[in-house]
C-alpha cells in the first residue's frame, strides 16, 4: 500500500467528516413522523427514504470509518429486527466493523448470536460502536483487532474468537482490499499481493484453521460481488478475487456436506461502505454510485444483512455452495 499512486491519492483525498448526515438516525426520524422504517416496520419500508446519485464524493484514507461517511451508512442500527434464527450461535466476522460485516454483526446479535468482530487497529472507532450495539442485544461481543495479511494472526484470531466465545459455528468471511487503478500498468505487485493477501489467502487461511474447531451444523460464509462474473477493469485485481471466493466456496461445499458443514456466499452489489470512499472507487464513480443499476443507487449494508442471515440459517439446511445476491435488479450476481 505504499506505491507511487496509491500516496497520490492519499495526498487528494479530502476528510470532511464534519458535514456528515446521519443517515441511519434521518432514516428513524421520518419512521416515527409515518415515513415508514422504524422499530416496528421491517428494514424494506426504509429503503424508500435512502439517498441516490449524485452522491457527495468526501474520500477518507484507507481504511476508512463509516462513522466519518456522508452520509453514515445505514446499517441496520434503529430498523433489523431478529426472530432467534441464530439463537446461542458463535459467529466470527472479518470487517464486522463497518459497511456489510457491520451489518452482518447487528442482523446476527438480534438474531440470538454472539459475535466477534475482527477489524484492523486503525478501525477502532467504528469497532467501538459495534461492540455496543452487539451488547445492546445482551449479546456477547468480542473485539479482536488485527492483520488478516499474516497467516499467524489468522490462525490466532480463530483461536481467540473460538475460545473467547466458547466455541464456533459461524465463520463470515467479508474483509477485503479494493483499490482503484486506471490500468493493469499502475498495479503495482505489492497492492496485488495485498489484494490477494487480504482476499483470497486470509479467507483460506481462516477457513482452514475454523475447520479444526467446527463441527456438524457449522457454516462458512463468504463474501463475493457481482464484480465476479462482470468485472469493472479499474478494479480487475480485486474483481478476481471475488471471483476466487465464488469457485472456493462451491468446491469447499462439496468437500464439506458430508461433514454437515455448509459454505455459502453473499455477492452485493453496489454498496455505501467505507471501502468505495477509501480509494475503491474514484471521485467519478463515487458520484454516481449505483446510478445505473434498475434500482438507481446504491444499496445500503442494512438491505443485505438479511442475506447473511439466510446464508447461516439452519432452516436452509439443504442450501450449500449457494450464492446469495442482491444487485439493485442488475441480474444474477455471478
Ligand atoms: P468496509 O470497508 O466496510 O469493509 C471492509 C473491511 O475489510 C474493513 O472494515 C476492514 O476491517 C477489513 N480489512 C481490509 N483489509 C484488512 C486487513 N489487511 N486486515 C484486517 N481487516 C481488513 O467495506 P464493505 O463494502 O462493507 O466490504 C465488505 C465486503 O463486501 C468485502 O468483501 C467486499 O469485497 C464486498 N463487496 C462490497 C461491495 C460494495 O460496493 N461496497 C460490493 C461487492 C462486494
Ligand atoms: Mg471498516
Redesign the pocket.
Known sequence: MTDTNRRTFLAGAALTAGAAVTLASNTAASAQSGGGGGASEPTAPAAAGYPKPPYPTDMQPW??L?SRMNPRPDHGETSYKGSGKLAGKKALI??????????AAIAYAREGADVAI???PA?EP?AKEVVALIEAEGRKAVAIP????SEEFCRSLISQAADQLGGLDILV??????QTRPSIAEISSELFD?TM???VY?PFWLTKAALERMEAGAVIVN?????AGNPSPEIMH?AM??AA?LNFTKGLAKELAPRGIRVNAV??????????V?G?ATTEKLRT?GGDSPMGR??Q?AEIAALYVAAADPLLSYSTGQIFGSTGGNGQPA
Open positions: 481504511p476508512g463509516a472479518t470487517g464486522g466493523d463497518s459497511g456489510i460485516g457491520r451489518a475482527n477489524y484492523l478501525e467504528d488485527g492483520d488478516l495479511r468471511n467479508n474483509a477485503a482490499l479494493q495485498d493477501k487480504t482476499n486470509a463474501t463475493s460481488s457481482e464484480q480485486y478475487t471475488r471466493v455477492a452485493p452489489g453496489p454498496f455505501w461502505t467505507p471501502l468505495q477509501s475503491g454510485f446504491a444499496g449494508p
